[in-house]
């Protein structure tokens, strides 16, 4: 099956944004779904938003820690799934990843069959 691709991450002060990108050539983003996860150093992972597609208009969920900082969308043209992260905390420092499923029912990793291999998001000073 094919592996899911993350890009964006690096270095930012706090305050600061990022824009990650999950490149999902071989997927259908009309009709898979994608999620981005997050998982600090000795955490567990944790949404940070999810993406599905539905019959009248995509379906996002967001995750408590990000929620109103970050927005996820399609880019059909590059058939990716972007995450806009604003207002960057320190807190927000771990490795996001990107992981897609055919059926989504929860915004929750053990939801996703495959995953990307990760891009270092760190925000420091």
């Known amino acids: 099956q094919f592996q899911p691709v993350e890009s964006g991450g690096g270095v930012v002060q706090p305050g600061g944004s990022l824009r990650l990108s999950c490149d999902l050539s071989?997927?259908?983003?009309?009709?898979?779904?994608v999620g981005w996860f997050r998982q600090a150093p000795g955490k567990g992972r944790e949404a940070v938003s999810c993406?599905?597609?539905?019959?009248?208009?995509?379906?996002?969920d967001y995750g408590p820690s990000m929620k109103g900082r970050v927005t996820i969308f399609k880019d059909h043209a590059k058939n990716t799934v972007d995450l806009q992260m604003n207002s960057l905390k320190p807190e927000d420092t771990g490795i996001y990843y990107c992981?897609?499923?055919?059926?989504?029912?929860?915004?929750?990793?053990?939801?996703?069959?495959?995953w990307g291999q990760g891009t270092q998001v760190t925000v420091s000073s």
């Open positions: 992981g897609v499923t055919s059926l989504l029912a929860l915004c929750v990793p053990t939801a996703f069959d495959y």
């Open positions: 993406i599905s597609a539905s019959r009248d208009r995509d379906r996002t």
């Open positions: 071989g997927y259908d983003l009309n009709t898979d779904a």
